[in-house]
């Protein structure tokens, strides 16, 4: 075991992201770096490729994200270096720099080999950036600002757009506004899949609004959101939205209603654009 680990590097090697609270909590020094490399707790995170526990140092914990090794190195250097793209996305989420060189040269130069006193180190050239690590171009294009999108579970074919879009505007606005008061928004996007982009979605003047947005591009629908906010916990938000489905079921259907539904029977989409099928 390497020398000089506290006790907040070893909840993380072990992997508790439970006793990783607490210890955040008892006021644990987020920064402390074990003697053997410098690494701290968000380093140790970074390399096991732990997304929970990284984004729980960094929201919890307000952890350094540029945090440096004895040779410069941030846990952005690690991440890129392994082609960690969920770990890369989360960084630069939080807003680590992909340009910060460490302490390791690219290359020397061959042809000024000499030691002037006025300059002794010259012909060596250092910063290695997390760019000139990077091991996969999907973390080259993360680093370079694209925005981190998740793959579909077993290697399935990306959804098409499901029916969140055609949920009522209003409605939208009163779920949004509910999550934010209640600050539950951060569970409800870790129950859509989605609680990696927290960190960018805390940076939105309205974090509850991006989350549905980002979440209705991916191609979210009103009973997997449904099934999320259950889920997440009781919050308003829930009682908002399960009240609206009530009212547009309960709605009595007219002669010309009927046409119309019958007329959509094959979308199996009501009037009021909300899925009828729960499955």
């Known amino acids: 075991m390497a020398p000089g680990l506290c006790p907040i590097h070893l909840a993380v090697l072990a992997n508790q992201l439970s006793s990783l609270r ?11 770096q ?40 941030t846990p ?4 890129a270096g392994r082609g960690s793209v969920k770990l890369t996305a989360l960084l630069v989420a939080a807003g680590a720099d992909p340009h910060k060189e460490n302490f390791e040269p690219l290359f020397f130069r061959e042809d000024e080999c000499c030691h002037d006193d006025a300059d002794e180190d010259e012909g060596y050239i250092p910063g290695t950036t997390p760019f000139n690590m990077a091991a996969s171009s999907q973390v080259i294009e993360l680093l370079n600002g694209k925005e981190y999108e998740a793959k579909t579970p077993h290697g399935a074919v990306s959804r098409p757009q499901g029916d969140l879009a055609s949920l009522d505007v209003g409605v939208k606005q009163e779920v949004c506004c509910a999550l934010e008061s209640e600050g539950c928004w951060e569970k409800l996007a870790h129950s859509l899949g989605l609680g990696i982009l927290n960190t960018a979605f805390r940076l939105s003047p309205s974090p509850a609004k991006t989350l549905l947005d980002s979440y209705e591009v991916s191609g979210g629908t009103v009973s997997d959101l449904l099934a999320a906010l259950r889920s997440a916990g009781e919050c308003r938000a ?16 007219s002669v010309e209603s009927r046409l119309k539904a019958d007329a959509r029977i094959d979308s199996g989409v009501c009037d009021s654009g909300v899925e009828l099928s729960t499955a």
């Open 34 to 73: 074990e003697r053997s490399c410098g690494r701290t707790a968000l380093h140790l995170a970074t390399e096991t490729d732990n997304v929970s526990l990284a984004g729980c140092l960094l929201l919890e914990g307000n952890a350094e994200v540029d945090c440096c090794t004895f040779n410069g190195c």
């Open 76 to 79: 952005l250097h690690t991440a």
């Open 22 to 32: 607490e210890l955040l909590e008892g006021g644990a020094n987020v920064e402390a």
């Open 238 to 253: 829930l009682s908002i939205l399960e009240g609206a489905l009530r009212r547009s079921e309960e709605t009595p259907t």
